[in-house]
């Protein structure tokens, strides 16, 4: 599916992946987020372990981000080596029901692939309580 997407700016941060990985989050297509990640990449989501490869991340994300608009704030590139890039980006998601605060970490292999993701959500033990389904 081909998408049309505007520019994403997150203070701090400029990497088109990182840009286009919320775009098309935002815009529902699945797929083409997935497309970003590298063969083998990895998604870590709360309360999963890890979510592995291209297909594995595109099913896991029709299934629960359905209705999802990720709100990145801030971000910080965290360090650089092994031609790995590690950026940390804050902000917030919205749910049909809730919003909470998150963080993602992202670690970029050269071919500025995703090799992994990392989103904590950034809230206090009852607030997560509230949370459950």
Same mark, same amino acid.
Request: aromatic share 8%.
């Given at each position: 599916?081909?998408t049309?997407?505007?520019?994403?700016?997150?203070?701090?941060?400029?990497?088109?992946?990182? !840009?286009?990985?919320?775009?098309?989050?935002? @815009?529902g297509d699945? !797929?083409?987020? @997935? &497309? #970003?990640? &590298?063969?083998? +990449?990895?998604?870590?989501?709360?309360?999963e !372990?890890?979510?592995? +490869?291209?297909?594995?991340?595109?099913?896991? #994300?029709?299934?629960e981000?359905?209705?999802l608009? &990720?709100?990145?704030?801030? +971000?910080?590139?965290? =360090?650089?080596? %092994?031609? #790995?890039?590690?950026? $940390?980006?804050?902000?917030?998601?919205?749910?049909?029901?809730? +919003?909470?605060?998150?963080?993602?970490?992202?670690?970029? %292999?050269?071919?500025?692939?995703?090799? !992994?993701?990392?989103?904590?959500?950034? &809230? =206090?033990?009852?607030?997560?309580?509230?949370? $459950? $389904?």
């Amino acid at each position: 599916m081909q998408t049309d997407v505007s520019t994403q700016t997150i203070a701090g941060i400029n990497n088109p992946t990182i !840009s286009h990985y919320f775009e098309l989050l935002n @815009a529902g297509d699945f !797929s083409s987020v @997935a &497309a #970003l990640f &590298a063969p083998d +990449g990895v998604m870590y989501a709360p309360f999963e !372990s890890g979510i592995v +490869g291209k297909d594995a991340i595109a099913s896991y #994300l029709q299934q629960e981000a359905l209705g999802l608009k &990720a709100e990145p704030h801030q +971000g910080i590139i965290e =360090s650089q080596e %092994n031609d #790995l890039v590690q950026l $940390r980006v804050n902000g917030k998601v919205q749910m049909p029901l809730f +919003g909470v605060n998150v963080s993602w970490l992202f670690i970029l %292999n050269s071919q500025q692939q995703i090799v !992994s993701i990392t989103v904590k959500l950034l &809230a =206090s033990p009852q607030e997560l309580l509230n949370l $459950r $389904r």
